[in-house]
């Protein structure tokens, strides 16, 4: 937990000092056999003249299931939204740049965003040189809330697809190369998209 204050001074406006308050915490659980789940809360709000001015919140959810040979499913759920009323609309954006593959980065943006993942990681056995290689393959859904243009959460978005990952800890220290196609399953305001294929090199 962290209190704080932050100092707005606005031309025309005055200046204030804002109290702050920002919360959050992480837990993680073993409840199931070969079953790993991870959980986190956190949010922020800041006041002015005892009205909210601003404030966020971020909930997510992971859960790993290792009781396959060579294989492991893994999910999860995320949701932010943020809300600001004296500083520029925050825009929260969801694409193949954060989980939601298939459709172009930062295709849709809102102040409320939901993204679920789903996985199965499949450790093929394969090493070329120091690369090992993996394979998965996945589905995404997101929604996305706009207060200012009034896109729904209720408007779900979808894709499936395939991927390598391929790790090396010669080549990349202790991350990995995941390299993604994907094909969107839901038009975006009448438009179809196309089969899109993606990599980036990322923590495991």
């Known amino acids: 937990a962290r209190i ?29 056999p070969e079953t790993y789940v991870t959980f986190e809360i956190a949010g922020a ?4 003249h005892e009205r909210t001015q601003g404030w966020r919140t971020r909930t997510a959810l992971h859960a790993f299931w290792l009781g396959l040979p060579a294989q ?9 939204a943020q ?8 825009q929260l954006t969801l694409g193949e740049d954060s989980g939601l593959r298939g459709y ?34 996945f589905f995404d ?10 896109r729904s959460i209720s408007d779900p978005l979808a894709s499936v ?5 391929l790790g090396s800890s010669h080549f990349f220290g202790d991350r990995m190369l ?17 089969m899109s294929g993606g990599s980036d090199l990322d923590d495991k």
Do not use: K, M
Request: contains cysteine.
């Open 45 to 48: 709000a800041r006041w002015d």
């Open 83 to 90: 809300v600001e009323h004296q500083d520029l609309v925050p």
């Open 104 to 137: 172009p980065a930062r295709e849709l943006s809102g102040s409320r965003v939901a993204r679920f993942n789903f996985e199965d990681r499949f450790d093929t056995g394969l090493e070329v040189l120091s690369l090992r290689i993996g394979a998965v393959g």
């Open 4 to 32: 704080a204050g932050r100092w707005r001074d606005e031309h025309g406006a005055g200046a204030d000092l804002q109290p702050v308050v920002d919360v959050g915490g992480h837990a993680a659980a073993n409840p199931l």
């Open 178 to 194: 995941r390299i993604d196609v994907a094909w969107p399953l839901t038009s975006v305001d009448g438009e179809e998209f196309d």
């Open 161 to 165: 697809g395939c991927g390598l990952r």
């Open 141 to 150: 859904a997101g929604w996305v809330h706009d207060d200012v243009y009034g």
């Open 72 to 80: 492991t499913l893994a999910s999860s759920f995320t949701f932010d």
